[in-house]
């Protein structure tokens, strides 16, 4: 059992969606993932929740294309982030109160639009690698990219537009998500990886992009200084020579060994990359912290060691020898 822990749980996009986009179906699939989560509520555990939006900041920017550009002109990619931000935040929010309700803990929920600092200059700006929004066939793409936006084949999945997805620097209302989390509120933050902010003299300014919600986790979990960081994605654990016939389930795993499968080009750049690199940054960086990667249905088995368990060297020989 989980206890005495801060923990950020960072939810991939099968934890809030189906293949069905209509608000009903994706209620319905963050009803099923609050029931699971629960399981880390109390214990004395401290629980920040953030999770994904690329499906829904694509489908979003294509109902804004859709309007009457004159009398309804599209709002930019930033606003459509935070739109995407609140909209899975408040059916989170909805869902995980009635559910605590219904299992009579007494604790509130709350979702924090929350900005995430990106440096103007960052090389992402240039070479956008996002993919977001639906997945479309060569002939679809032929059409969309008259707009002037880049699409790339997804993982063998079919094409997907794709926008700038710069590095966080700072979670700008991190200030409040600890104060939230001190007194016992579970804190949905950093949705949709947060929106993308530079500083300007008055303070802060939109920018067009969508931060990668795995490194937004990660910047959040460092800077509350979390115990556990959890991505939860659609796998139990990460494989090296995944979907070949050679290939191995990673359990216990250090950051050494991780460092050197990524050089071997052993994670796709667009899906379990940015997860194994922010597990290994998460963990460096930390004092004593450990990164899970698995899936939803493995929570109530992580005090068992199970999915991904990403620490560091040292610690890893010390519960080796
Ligand atoms: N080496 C690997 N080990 C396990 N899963 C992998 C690996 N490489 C790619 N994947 C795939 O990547 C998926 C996770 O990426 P993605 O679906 O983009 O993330 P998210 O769950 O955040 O939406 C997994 O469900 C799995 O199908
Ligand atoms: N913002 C973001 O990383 O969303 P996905 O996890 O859905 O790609």
């Known amino acids: ?45 401290q629980l920040i929740i953030s999770h994904g939006n690329g499906p829904q900041v694509g489908n979003l920017l294509l109902q804004q294309q859709l309007a009457d550009s004159e009398k309804n ?42 900005r995430v600092e990106v440096d103007q200059n960052d090389p992402a700006f240039t070479h956008p690698t996002k993919p977001i929004g639906p997945f479309l066939t060569e002939i679809e793409v032929a059409e969309a990219s008259q707009d002037g936006a880049k699409y790339i084949e997804d993982s063998g ?56 919600k795995d490194f937004a986790s990660k910047k959040l979990a460092e800077q509350v200084e979390a115990d556990l ?42 899906s379990m990359l940015p997860k194994i690199q922010a597990a290994v940054e998460f963990v460096e960086s930390s004092n004593n912290g450990t990164a899970i990667i698995t899936s939803l249905d493995n929570l109530g088995n992580l005090h068992e060691g199970a999915g991904t368990v990403v620490k560091k060297n040292d610690s890893l020989k010390v519960s080796n020898s």
């Open 1 to 45: 059992m989980l206890e005495n822990k801060k923990i950020i749980v960072a939810l991939g996009g099968n934890a809030i969606l189906s293949d069905d986009p209509t608000a009903q179906a994706q209620i319905e699939a963050i009803r099923n993932t609050c029931e699971k989560l629960v399981q880390l509520v109390g214990h004395n555990n």
């Open 229 to 270: 960081f959890i991505i939860l994605t659609a796998v139990d654990n990460v494989y090296i020579n995944f979907n070949k016939p050679n290939q191995k389930k990673l359990e216990e795993v250090s950051i050494d060994e991780l460092k050197q499968y990524i050089e071997e080009g052993q994670f796709e750049p667009g």
């Open 73 to 114: 002109p599209a709002l930019p990619l930033d606003t459509c982030v935070a739109m995407t931000e609140g909209s899975i935040g408040y059916w989170m929010q909805n869902e995980m109160s009635s559910i605590l309700k219904k299992q009579e803990i007494n604790k509130s929920v709350v979702s924090l639009i929350t």
């Open 157 to 212: 999945r079919g094409y997907r537009k794709v926008v700038p997805s710069p590095k966080p620097v700072g979670i700008v209302e991190v200030d409040t998500v600890k104060q939230l989390v001190e007194n016992d509120v579970i804190t949905i933050s950093c949705g949709g990886g947060g929106i993308p902010v530079i500083k300007s003299d008055n303070g802060y300014t939109g920018i067009e992009a969508v931060i990668d």
